[in-house]
Each structure stands twice: as C-alpha cells, then as structure tokens.
C-alpha cells in the first residue's frame, strides 16, 4: 500500500476516472452512504470498470490518514503527466502553442498549492513549476483541493529554480515575477509572447535570487485597505490578465 497514492474525496477520485481510471487500484466507499451523490459516484466508477469496495467509516478513516474523506477512498498508482519542463516545451513546440507556466517559490501550505492548480487548470496554464527544497509535493489535501487540477497540470518539482529560470530564458520564455515594490502595473505585461509568472510565498514573497532572475517586476494593483492578496488569488488574477490578452 506504501507505494500507492491515497486519493480522498469526491472531486479527487472523480478526476482521477475521468483521466486515467486503470491506475485506481483499489476505491473504497463508505457502506451506509446511500445518498444520491454517493449513487452517482459508484455509477461512474462502474462505468469505469472500476471496482467498488463498500466498508465501514473506520476503515475509511484509516485508509486516509486523517485526511477529509466525504466517504470515498481510492488508492492508485502515482501518475507522472511530465518527466520535466523539456517535456511540457517540446511537446508544446510540436503544437505551435505559446507556453504559459507558472512559477511557485516558498509554497509550502498544501491548501494554497491546490487552489493554485485549480486555478492553473482553469487558465489553461502548461505546467506548474516549484523548488524541491521549499515547496510541498502532491499530497491528500492538494488533490482534494485541486478538484481534478493536478489530474491534468503538470507540477514539476526541480532542484534548482534559478538555474531552471535561466533554462525557460535560453528558450524565449519571459519571466514576470509579482512584487508590492515593483513600478509597473502586471497590467502592462504583454502576455500574448510565450512566458511563465513567477509567485513567492505569502509573506516572504520571493527569494532574492529567484527575483533577480525574472526579465520583469510587476505589481498587482491594490486599491484598498488589505496589503496583499492570498497566492493563488494572486495567481488566478496575473494568469486571466494573460488570458484576456490572448483571447484579444
């Protein structure tokens, strides 16, 4: 079981039927959940050939860890939507599309990393790109979180972010970070070239060497009393701006 990812939740399991249903290996559900969301649920997996396994609450419990569960478990085999950020590049070359990544330094709270690739997913983002050391992996939460965004966002964990910064730069992609102190507005970026936007972690922002690696500092206009906005509202507003540009 220890080399199995535990998928908790509706949205989670029911992302994973729709994209890749024969890497559910086992799925559980709670036996006197008889409801009609439950029924919908083991109509999907049955039409996913997917076996239903009915067990008490405790089991349940058990099997997640802790985790919020809504009476559904499911455990599955990890899966890999790209080896690295080569990958997402050359595939999208391949497809003539502009790349438009997302960078996350510092994110280390897993409800914050779930609501950035539900965001990702939502924007049509590429892939979602964080350090090894200071961000945290694709846990329980960040997949109940992502309601099915990180079944279809690659998130690409590197060892070395400023090196893979410099890497997106060798391949003509722009780097926009965010920062309170930047002159311009992220109004004036020209989202419709190939680029990626680069988030620090609420509070610490970016490290000092991931900002002096971006092309451009832009800001985020605030016109209120709040002095700053949780990243991935942050994430979700930079990424739609790019999104407006494009659809122009």
Same mark, same amino acid.
């Not at 919020?68 to 890999?80: F, I, S």
């Given at each position: 079981m220890?080399?199995?990812?535990? @998928?908790?939740?509706?949205?989670a399991?029911?992302a ?22 439950m029924?919908?649920? #083991?109509q +999907? ?20 860890? =802790?985790?919020?569960?809504q009476?559904?478990?499911? @455990?599955?085999?990890?899966? @890999? ?7 997402v ?8 599309e502009k ?8 994110v280390?709270?897993? !409800?914050?990393?779930?609501?950035? @690739? ?7 983002v !590429?892939?979602? #790109? ?17 309601? =099915?965004?990180a ?8 060892t ?8 997106l730069k060798?391949r ?14 992220? !109004? +004036? ?11 620090g972690?609420?509070g ?15 800001? #985020? ?11 991935s ?16």
């Amino acid at each position: 079981m220890s080399s199995h990812q535990v @998928l908790t939740g509706f949205h989670a399991v029911v992302a994973r039927l729709r994209h890749a249903p024969e890497s559910i290996k086992e799925l559980y559900v709670e036996e006197s959940r008889r409801d009609k969301r439950m029924q919908t649920f #083991i109509q +999907q997996a049955q039409n996913a050939k997917v076996r239903v396994r009915p067990v008490p609450p405790d089991r349940l419990d058990g099997l997640a860890r =802790g985790a919020r569960h809504q009476g559904v478990v499911a @455990l599955a085999e990890p899966r @890999l939507l790209a080896a690295d950020v080569d990958e997402v590049l050359d595939t999208l070359e391949d497809k003539g599309e502009k790349p438009l990544l997302l960078i996350l330094d510092g994110v280390t709270d897993p !409800h914050n990393l779930g609501a950035c @690739l539900r965001t990702a997913d939502a924007a049509g983002v !590429h892939a979602v #790109i964080a350090p090894r050391d200071r961000a945290v992996g694709l846990n329980q939460t960040v997949q109940r979180v992502a309601c =099915g965004g990180a079944e279809t966002v690659p998130y690409i964990m590197v060892t070395n972010l400023a090196r893979t910064m410099r890497q997106l730069k060798d391949r003509d992609i722009w780097i926009v970070g965010t920062d309170d102190e930047a002159e311009q507005s992220m !109004h +004036q970026v020209d989202g419709r070239r190939a680029m990626a936007w680069v988030m620090g972690a609420e509070g610490e922002g970016m490290r000092r060497l991931t900002r002096e690696t971006c092309d451009e500092l832009v800001t #985020i206009p605030m016109l209120g009393s709040v002095e700053s906005l949780n990243v991935s509202v942050a994430s979700a507003v930079c990424l739609y701006e790019t999104v407006r540009q494009r659809k122009v």
